[in-house]
């Protein structure tokens, strides 16, 4: 069973930056897309970014396209999102996923829905 397990949130104005980490353990091998997530009250969960750990391809919501980049120390170690030039739109929780996959699949990548491995969230808030 694949655990993971956030940390790095926090509260931070406008412009400003945070990187969350996600710990991850009892992964088998590298084919796993890892992804974050966000979810703001009173709306669905939404794709941030995400990573395919085999290959390292990357994917992006357009709304932090620029912004926002995912890494990940190595293709079974811990999952960061450095995330520069915060808005306050960007006030949520985010969790960190993942899901065990064979091969590239752009409409899986930021598919919450897809994922079956969920972190407990890390809070994120950005004032103006």
């Known amino acids: 069973q694949v655990q993971l397990v956030e940390s790095g949130g926090g509260s931070v104005q406008a412009g400003g930056s945070l990187r969350l980490s996600c710990a991850v353990s009892?992964?088998?091998?590298?084919?796993?897309?890892m992804g974050w997530f966000r979810q703001a009250p009173g709306k669905e969960r939404e794709g941030v970014s995400s990573i395919y750990s085999r290959t390292g391809t990357t994917y992006y919501a357009d709304s932090v396209k620029g912004r926002f980049t995912i890494s990940q120390a190595n293709a079974k170690g811990t999952l960061y999102l450095q995330m520069n030039s915060l808005k306050p739109e960007d006030t949520a929780t985010y969790y960190c996923a993942a899901v065990r996959y064979y091969g590239e699949n752009t409409h899986l990548a930021l598919d919450a829905r897809r994922y079956n491995y969920w972190g407990q969230g890390t809070q994120v808030t950005v004032s103006s």
């Open positions: 009892r992964v088998t091998d590298s084919s796993y897309y």
